[in-house]
């Protein structure tokens, strides 16, 4: 069985969220092309769950968030924990490399590799590209390709806005 083909949307409704819908085709089906593609649309666009020793952006709260689905994936099914960390950042200000917790940047970095790193180690895709990079005051782009051998086969960019929380 494959997956319904989600797509990207242009429009970011949330200054630190990303879009996603269902593709239809000419003929009102769903389209189920680009199964991989969608797995990692998935994957950058769910929520993980934290580690104990993660800060949560809400300090009142105990909620670690995460997929129920994930507890003991790899033992019930031979998957892994689905999503990403990058939830944590949402309130986090733009720091550099000097900050207590270290550069902004390079934790959405990791974030983004940890979340596409079972991809390869089940070699469903060969090699991954991801860059990450601060573009203005308030803003950080990735990039986040991931290749079937020596072909691309999925290429996505990701714009996260930061309005007002910028380095201090």
């Known amino acids: 069985m494959t997956d319904i083909r989600l797509v990207q949307s242009g429009v970011f409704p949330y200054q630190t969220d990303v879009s996603v819908d269902w593709l239809l085709l000419d003929n009102g089906a769903l389209d189920s092309d680009q199964a991989l593609a969608t797995a990692v649309i998935v994957a950058l666009g769910t929520d993980r769950l934290a580690a104990r020793t993660d800060i949560l952006p809400d300090l009142d709260s105990t909620d670690r968030r995460g997929w129920w689905g994930d507890h003991e994936a790899e033992v019930i099914h031979n998957g892994w924990p ?67 051998g020596p072909e691309l086969a999925v290429d996505l960019r990701y714009q996260v806005l930061w309005a007002g929380i910028v380095e201090s």
């Open 82 to 148: 689905i999503g990403t960390r990058l939830w944590l950042v949402k309130r986090d200000k733009i720091t550099g490399a000097g900050a207590q917790r270290g550069s902004l940047v390079a934790r959405i970095d990791m974030y983004i590799r940890e979340a596409i790193q079972p991809f390869l180690d089940r070699r469903i895709a060969s090699r991954m590209d991801v860059r990450v990079e601060r573009v203005g005051v308030e803003r950080i782009d990735a990039l986040v390709r991931l290749y079937r």
